[in-house]
């Protein structure tokens, strides 16, 4: 970007600009500011060595090191402001802050690199208490990042000071601390450190260390030397817009592109030759060498140097279209009202482009927990179903196991068939209601079980309906002298119950009773075993 261009452009703004301040012949009103790195391993210098040595090895911290950052800042009256130093950390910790040059301020950043907040910081606290009544203040400074913004500028506009903003890409030229004071300053700092591992056999250069050998170095070469060099050399003050040497430009001249176009020999081609000689421009100041494709011609010969003349080849300035760009190339006065505005439209035009990311985020985190919701009550849903589909499972075991039960017990007096004491006793199903009976509650033995089976069931399922009413009435068993009677009562009866009151209805309808100690007339031809087996027998706990 280093150009004459550029930098006549850049001196043309500076100029009118100082001349708007009217501090061209004020130095104690014109700053520089630039921050630069410095390393705890230093870059050690040159060494003698004896001729011929293929190795001379020279003593230095360690390969890797940590970076601090300082900022600087002088005005062309030779006045140095107090520096600020930037660690790498979270916190200052209060042993790195003995030995350093008087009023430094100390900061902090997660990379030792400096950013916004602390520039904004060191232009608060340390830049404008340190600077004189006289106003307006140029400070001149390159185009990083941490030197705009909204705050700080609009901070630097009430305080009149007027920040200048150098071309980019040429501060190694145009910055005064850059061009005599920071290279100066490191040379020291690496000469104190040498000194410093010398004097300390087996130690290394620390952070701890740093702020002692910084402080050497910057003493030493912060003067008025420097200093006036730096401004001269930039044609900052005395302001000097031919400061810069050529030389400075190198590759970076501006410069147009060569063409070579072949010219025809035909005739009839003077009107081509027309259009083209509008479009190209020959060159007055040096002679053009002949193409290679043009006939060699004797120069003795008139003739030939009519046609050398003709059919010399020309150059052709290609005229370069600019592109339109974003990236700043040219110098900038950043406390201007347009360039402020400006700022401040892209500053809310950034605000805006992120809020609406910011909004697409929630919006993303609240799509994102509704469905992780939905997941989750989908998924208690389906453990409840499956909660309710076990339930009713087990409740149809349940139902099984009880109908499981049920079959495994007389319907009549409840006895359960493996705790039969009479392991000889046969048990007797219903063939209209499928329950099982004992078959002495039955009432009836060998040939009278195919009478109860078959004809006589129809009487248990007559008595439960017709003998007893509906479903509803409630009856209890009393003992009488002629048996038991079944009796309405107020207490709800089961269905167990219900069978037992048939069943007892059937055996007094077969003059059978089944109540023990009270035997109606027909009983007592029967046998003794009989009796005993027709006894209702007290339920098992």
Known sequence: MLNPNVISAYFQKLGSFMDKLNIKDKPQQIFNADETGVST?????????KRGKKSVHSKTSGERGENVTALCCVNAEARVLPPMLIFNGQIVSQSLMGNVPANTLFACSKSSFIDSDLFSNWFQKLFIPNLSPQRPVLLILDGHSSHITVDLLETAVSNQIEMFCLPPHTTHWTQPLDRSVFGPLKRSYNLCCEAFLRQNPGRIVTRYDFCGLFKQAFNEKMNLVNIFSGFRATGIFPFKPNAIPIEAYGPSKTSVVEVEVEASTENGNEDRNEQNQSRVTATANEEQPVSAVSPQVPSTSSEGNYLREILRTPKV?????????RRVTEARCLTEREFLDELKRKEEEKNRVQEGKDQRKR??????????LEQTLKKSSKAKKNTQKRLAKNKENDRTLA?????????????????????????????????????????????????FIEI????????????????NTEYTLSQTSEGSVWTPSASQEDGNSKKRKALDSFLLTCGASPVKKTLIAEWRGCSERTKSDYIIKPPKF
């Open 41 to 49: 391993v230093h870059d050690p210098s040159k060494v003698v060595g």
């Open 317 to 325: 300035v290609k005229e370069r279209t600019e592109k339109k760009t």
């Open 456 to 471: 006589d069931d129809q009487h248990c399922i007559e008595a439960s309906c017709s003998d007893y009413g509906d479903n």
């Open 363 to 372: 919006e993303r985190e609240e799509k994102k927990k509704t469905k992780e």
């Open 403 to 451: 109908k499981d039960q049920s079959d495994s017990c007389c319907t009549y007096c409840n006895g359960n068939y493996m705790d039969d004491d009479s392991d000889d006793e046969d048990w007797v199903k219903c063939t209209r209601c499928s329950d099982w009976y004992h078959e002495s509650c039955t009432g009836k033995f060998g040939h009278e079980l195919s009478h």
